[in-house]
């Protein structure tokens, strides 16, 4: 009957759904089970990588530690044998004195050329020259410097009261090449043995150029030798 075969051909189906079933969840169990697997894998790698990392960190950190401590360490030991040798009491004095000198001969004046004479009046000498270049400063401690030797005029020193002054008395020093017994008198400010050096070799060079270009004008100025450019008051470095 219709109801025997029904029965005879649902009953082998329902027995494959239940084995097919059976299967399908054992895969999804095994399905789970990968996963967790999977995800324990990662959290170990996760924690791998934070060991190694904090490993490296610490690596890291006790290099840097002991390199800034040595250089620490080197840089005070130089700081405290430069500072002892700065402030050695010989080098204390001298470097005293030598912005003391500095700042004295700043109001110093010498002149070259002046006629030499026994019994002579420096002051009166002086007082003669600044007035041939319209300046009449207070003069003080005018003398005569160097070694006497026969026949050598030695240069004359005289002191004012700042340096301005000083820079006045350079600036119209140039008239002095047209007036009457003073042309070959020059005036210059006291140098120390460095700048005198650096002052002759400026000198050699000006000559140098003045000889190589005849029809150019070179001066010194600021330290340098510059061209004196056919514009008033305009110079070029050379």
Same mark, same amino acid.
């Given at each position: 009957?219709?109801?025997?075969?029904?029965?005879?051909?649902? $009953?082998?189906? #329902?027995?494959?759904?239940?084995?097919?079933?059976?299967?399908?969840?054992?895969?999804k169990?095994?399905?789970?089970?990968?996963?967790?697997?999977?995800?324990?894998?990662?959290?170990?790698?996760?924690? #791998?990588?934070?060991?190694? $990392?904090?490993?490296?960190?610490?690596?890291?950190?006790?290099?840097?530690?002991?390199?800034?401590?040595?250089?620490?360490?080197?840089?005070?030991?130089?700081?405290?044998?430069?500072?002892?040798?700065? $402030?050695? *009491?010989?080098r204390?004095?001298?470097?005293?004195?030598?912005?003391?000198?500095?700042?004295?001969?700043?109001?110093?004046?010498?002149? !070259?050329? #002046?006629?030499?004479?026994?019994?002579?009046?420096?002051?009166?000498?002086?007082?003669?020259?600044?007035?041939?270049?319209?300046?009449?400063?207070?003069?003080?401690?005018?003398?005569?410097? +160097?070694?006497?030797? *026969?026949?050598?005029?030695?240069?004359?020193?005289?002191?004012v009261?700042?340096?301005?002054?000083?820079?006045?008395?350079?600036?119209?020093?140039?008239?002095?090449?047209?007036?009457?017994? !003073?042309?070959?008198?020059?005036?210059?400010?006291?140098?120390?043995?460095?700048?005198?050096?650096?002052?002759?070799?400026?000198?050699?060079?000006?000559?140098?150029?003045?000889?190589?270009?005849?029809?150019?004008? !070179?001066?010194?100025?600021?330290?340098?030798?510059?061209?004196l450019?056919?514009?008033? +008051?305009?110079?070029?470095?050379?």
């Amino acid at each position: 009957s219709a109801y025997y075969l029904l029965e005879r051909c649902s $009953l082998p189906l #329902m027995g494959l759904a239940e084995k097919k079933n059976g299967q399908l969840e054992k895969l999804k169990d095994e399905k789970i089970t990968d996963l967790a697997k999977i995800n324990d894998l990662q959290n170990e790698v996760i924690r #791998m990588k934070d060991e190694q $990392l904090s490993k490296v960190r610490n690596v890291v950190k006790d290099t840097v530690k002991d390199t800034v401590t040595s250089e620490l360490k080197s840089y005070s030991s130089v700081v405290r044998e430069s500072c002892s040798a700065a $402030l050695e *009491p010989k080098r204390i004095v001298s470097a005293v004195k030598k912005v003391a000198e500095g700042e004295d001969r700043s109001r110093n004046v010498i002149v !070259f050329g #002046m006629l030499e004479e026994e019994e002579e009046n420096v002051a009166s000498k002086v007082d003669i020259l600044m007035d041939k270049v319209n300046e009449k400063p207070h003069a003080t401690d005018c003398s005569r410097i +160097g070694q006497k030797k *026969p026949g050598v005029h030695r240069p004359i020193r005289f002191k004012v009261t700042s340096s301005d002054i000083v820079y006045q008395i350079l600036r119209k020093a140039k008239v002095l090449k047209d007036v009457e017994g !003073f042309q070959r008198v020059f005036i210059s400010p006291d140098r120390s043995v460095e700048e005198r050096v650096s002052r002759q070799k400026l000198v050699t060079k000006l000559k140098s150029k003045r000889a190589a270009e005849p029809n150019k004008q !070179f001066i010194i100025r600021k330290g340098e030798v510059v061209l004196l450019s056919e514009k008033k +008051g305009c110079v070029e470095n050379v």
